[in-house]
């Protein structure tokens, strides 16, 4: 199955910081922009961040603007989300998708391969 896996959640204070990793599974992810979305309980999925093929082209959503970076290394078939300054309010399961954002725009659906089981980001004191 043409997946992604998400790994690097866990449970971190307010004002932590986590990095979360996207690895390919099955399939060549240096081709497509990739999106890390978020869905908090009771919430839907949205958009957090979005990085282009080539890695030259990031956008975030406001809420996390100046505190998470998105990166990318295409030899490692992986895509990474540093996440600092963490608030209780980020927290959620973090998912990433392939072929799933254009520049600021969040698609409701991966455009290649299906979602994962994501990984759960927890911010408590």
């Known amino acids: 199955q043409l997946q992604l896996v998400e790994s690097g959640g866990g449970l971190v204070q307010p004002g932590g910081s986590l990095r979360l990793s996207c690895a390919a599974s099955?399939?060549?992810?240096?081709?497509?922009?990739v999106g890390w979305f978020r869905q908090a309980p009771g919430k839907e999925r949205e958009g957090v961040s979005c990085?282009?093929?080539?890695?030259?082209?990031?956008n975030y959503a406001d809420s996390v603007k100046g505190r998470f970076t998105i990166s990318r290394d295409n030899a490692k078939n992986t895509v990474y989300l540093q996440m600092s300054s963490l608030k209780p309010e980020d927290t959620a399961v973090y998912y990433c998708?392939?072929?799933?954002?254009?520049?600021?725009?969040?698609?409701?659906?991966?455009?290649?391969?299906?979602w994962g089981q994501g990984t759960q980001v927890t911010v408590s004191s």
């Open positions: 998708a392939a072929d799933a954002c254009l520049g600021s725009t969040w698609y409701e659906r991966p455009g290649f391969g299906s």
């Open positions: 099955g399939f060549t992810l240096h081709y497509y922009a």
């Open positions: 990085i282009n093929s080539s890695g030259g082209s990031t």
